[in-house]
């Protein structure tokens, strides 16, 4: 069975759109930044043959600050953006619910894992999941995955401590969260 690697979107692969756009929520293309070596990293993961999926809480669809096709719009230019960088995302999903609608997709909630490994055949259980936040690292450990948490996005060193659920490993960004996982994978 392939490698895979599941990755959080805002905050890990692109500027966490919290505090500085239209509802905190990246709602156009425009708003919508690479962070500094996210492309190489994609890249990296997808020379040394993983399959990346893209896991993504986006409640704003919910909420009714942007359409389903607005966001489909989005992931269609990043997913250029990463194939023109020597990329490949295998899946990207998204939940379009917030809290309030209790569905069983939204992280901490398992659903778009679960959905991952029955349409694409790939096992959740003991591949990494690398995120920035407390419901990411919840989600990740729900699923058995080894969890990374990357202090890019709208998580703080310093908030870890209060957190039920740790990570398995805190870095700085997903260029290093790449590094670490090709590192220990070449050792297994």
Request: charged share 30%; glycine share 10%; aromatic share 10%.
């Amino acid at each position: 069975m392939k490698k895979t690697v599941f990755i959080d979107r805002d905050g890990v692969i692109n500027k966490d759109p919290a505090g500085w756009t239209t509802y905190s929520y990246v709602t156009a293309w425009e708003d919508f930044h690479f962070l500094p070596g996210a492309l190489d990293a994609l890249k990296s993961l997808t020379v040394a043959g993983y399959d990346i999926i893209v896991i993504s809480n986006q409640g704003g669809i919910s909420k009714k600050y942007f359409s389903s096709a607005a966001l489909d719009g989005i992931t269609s230019k990043m997913l250029d953006e990463i194939t023109r960088a020597g990329g490949r995302i295998k899946k990207v999903y998204y939940c379009p619910h917030q809290d309030s609608d209790n569905c069983a997709c939204r992280k901490p909630k398992t659903g778009m894992f679960e959905r991952a490994e029955r349409e694409l055949g790939v096992k959740a259980r003991g591949a990494y999941f690398i995120g920035d936040g407390r419901t990411d690292v919840a989600a990740g450990e729900a699923m058995g995955m080894k969890t990374v948490l990357v202090l890019s996005g709208k998580t703080s060193g310093d908030d870890i401590a209060g957190w039920e659920t740790k990570p398995d490993i805190v870095v700085k960004d997903l260029l290093e969260a790449v590094k670490y996982i090709m590192k220990e994978g070449d050792v297994s």
